[in-house]
């Protein structure tokens, strides 16, 4: 397991102030009111090591095939759906929505290989992540990877706890399946819009991992 690059900076802040606290916690409560000190330093600490475990990549076997399209965010699955975008492909698309709690492990990663196509910002709301319009409402960033198999399109969305979406892709850039192309702060979720005809491999409820867990497959042709 190693620690996200996105992290450094929070983990040494919280480090700094948990060293901090504690120095000044039993420098003053050490003696008269040690009981005080003790607790502080366990609420602290406990704050810190989950800080730490949120920014975690953990090692893993990743799912490797040109037919297959894997998860690209650790979580449940919240939505499986037809739905009209209106975004980018302007017709009907197959959505499967991974909702992301902020014990999840938050790197985004590709799909599936492909070359991206289209990729923006859209500013929004912080409505909570399972909300119906969080999709289309809150602050998101989408990309659209296409290969020879279609084209899918991916969405990072804020919610009310994710305040920072950091997104590595761009127009003409090519990713290898499985490969970070995101990371979200704090939970959220994560839609991918895929074509009618995928056979969707996941149910409602179901708990999936980034680059492993296959969501869907392409028709073959």
Not at 23 to 39: K, Q
Not at 42 to 71: D, G, M, Q, W
Not at 201 to 217: D, F, H, N, R, Y
Request: proline content about 3%; overall charge positive; charged content about 20%.
């Amino acid at each position: 397991m190693t620690i996200h690059r996105e992290g450094y900076r929070i983990i040494a802040v919280s480090a700094f102030v948990f060293v901090l606290v504690n120095i000044f916690s039993f420098y003053f409560f050490g003696n008269s009111v040690a009981w005080l000190a003790y607790t502080l330093f366990a609420i602290t600490l406990v704050l810190f090591l989950l800080i730490l475990y949120f920014f975690r990549i953990p090692n893993r076997v990743h799912t490797f095939s040109e037919s297959k399209i894997v998860a690209p965010a650790d979580g449940k699955v919240v939505v499986i759906e037809e739905i009209e975008d209106a975004e980018y492909f302007h017709d009907n698309r197959l959505q499967v929505s991974i909702f992301m709690s902020p014990l999840n492990v938050h790197v985004n990663r590709v799909p599936v290989d492909g070359t991206v196509i289209y990729n923006h910002y859209h500013k929004g709301e912080y409505l909570v992540a399972w909300h119906p319009k969080s999709s289309v409402l809150n602050e998101r960033h989408s990309i659209v990877l296409e290969n020879a198999n279609g084209a899918i399109l991916v969405k990072q969305i804020a919610g009310a706890l994710a305040k920072r979406i950091c997104n590595y892709a761009h127009p003409g850039k090519i990713f290898k399946q499985g490969e970070e192309f995101g990371f979200i702060k704090f939970g959220s979720r994560v839609d991918m819009l895929l074509p009618l005809d995928a056979k969707v491999e996941v149910q409602l409820g179901q708990v999936v991992k980034s680059g492993v867990t296959v969501i869907a497959s392409f028709k073959q042709n």
